[in-house]
């Protein structure tokens, strides 16, 4: 069973084409589930592991107590054996895949450097083509050497067909255009509008805010808040807690000014 | 910028004007206190930090960002200060007036 479960799934004959690998037995699905269950089993623990010391730190007294909080480091790097552990286990299966992006989030979070760049360097050698590379797209500056990140995104970008990665893509192109180009050119409104268009309900492959959310928000500017457009109305709280709308001073020259006293 | 604020608000207050403070400072009880300090007494927003609502929904990106509006509502200027603000202004209210 044990090497059963290296064989990936699907095979790539030599020719080219895909060849299925002989129907596995139920034991096989088992461990499969098995696997899926542990990854699971870990997720759930990790957010209430989260969860509990957010909690810690909202209700610390004062800063000190705050520094104090946040000098533990927090739980994550607790899972990091976990995962790897999981990866192991379920090698060349996505819950494999899924437990290295774990892996390389939490090492990039923690400054775990060498775990990040080892679930890195495995996920390019054994997933390429798995969904779970955008979050390769995403991380690989931050967990590559210098001279093979230009490599590898590349790798990804031509054998990789999968959406969440056509997503990543078109988000880092979005950004590689805005660096050079700035914000006010075609190119840049056409990407955002693909990306709210084609990748609308997807979401990043760290945090929960999705490609459809991101978009919108950019676009939203673009389209409204520019001079010759009627200011979009909006509803605020003063600091005696009076509810107060931009349309109340409709028949004034109003300005608007977003400041802070710092 | 606060006390030419504080002085075009005071110079125009018989007119139709009105200067609406988004702050992200913090709290309510955070801006009470510097909006008593700084003697500011035209209406605010409290957003609680610069990743509040409306300084998001408006992708503010940096501080301070201006937007003058017209009496119909439409922007008409963005980012201006000092004596080009204020000239704008003074624009805008002799055109609300004439109409």
Redesign the interface.
């Known amino acids: 069973m044990l090497v059963l479960g290296l064989l990936p799934a699907v095979a790539l004959a030599q020719d080219g084409t895909e060849k299925k690998e002989p129907q596995a037995p139920a034991k096989e699905s088992v461990g499969q589930d098995a696997h899926a269950k542990k990854l699971a089993d870990i997720d759930k623990r990790l957010g209430e592991a989260r969860k509990k010391f957010e909690e810690r730190f909202a209700a610390a007294a004062n800063n000190e107590e705050r520094k104090k909080i946040q000098a533990e480091g927090g739980p994550d790097k607790a899972f990091i054996g976990e995962y790897q552990a999981l990866a192991r286990d379920a090698k060349g299966t996505e819950v494999g895949a899924k437990a290295l992006s774990q892996v390389l989030v939490l090492g990039v979070m923690v400054a775990d450097a060498a775990s990040a760049k080892a679930a890195a360097k495995t996920l390019m050698a054994e997933h390429l083509e798995s969904p779970e590379m955008a979050l390769m797209v995403f991380a690989a500056p931050q967990v590559l050497g210098k001279g093979e990140v230009a490599q590898a995104l590349e790798s990804i970008r031509s054998n990789n067909k999968t959406k969440p990665v056509a997503a990543a893509f078109v988000f880092m192109d979005l950004q590689a255009l805005t660096r050079t180009k700035g914000e006010d050119t075609p190119e840049l409104r056409a990407l955002y509008q693909r990306l709210a268009k084609e990748f609308r309900d997807m979401r990043f492959p760290v945090g929960e805010q999705t490609y459809g959310e991101f978009a919108d928000?950019?676009l939203?500017?673009k389209e409204n808040?520019?001079?010759?457009?009627?200011?979009?109305g909006?509803e605020?709280?003063?600091?005696?807690?009076v509810k107060?709308k931009?349309?109340d001073?409709?028949?004034?020259?109003?300005?608007?000014?977003?400041?802070?006293?710092? | 910028?606060i006390p030419h604020?504080r002085a075009l608000v005071e110079r125009l207050k018989n007119?139709?004007?009105?200067?609406?403070?988004?702050?992200?400072?913090g709290d309510?009880k955070k801006?009470?206190e510097?909006?008593e300090k700084?003697k500011i007494t035209w209406?605010?927003?409290?957003e609680g930090s610069?990743s509040g609502p409306?300084?998001?929904?408006?992708?503010?990106k940096s501080?301070?960002?201006?937007?003058?509006?017209?009496?119909?509502?439409?922007?008409?200027?963005?980012d201006l200060k000092g004596e080009a603000?204020e000239n704008a202004?003074v624009k805008?209210?002799a055109e609300?007036k004439a109409k």
């Open positions: 928000a950019w939203f500017v808040l520019v001079v010759g457009k009627v200011a979009p909006f605020a709280v003063d600091e005696n807690g107060w931009l349309e001073y409709r028949g004034k020259v109003v300005v608007i000014d977003f400041w802070g006293d710092w | 910028m604020e007119e139709p004007f009105a200067l609406l403070g988004i702050n992200s400072d309510a801006v009470r510097i909006l700084r209406r605010q927003a409290i610069t409306l300084p998001t929904k408006w992708g503010v501080w301070p960002t201006i937007y003058v509006l017209d009496a119909k509502g439409v922007i008409r200027h963005k603000l202004i805008l209210i609300a």
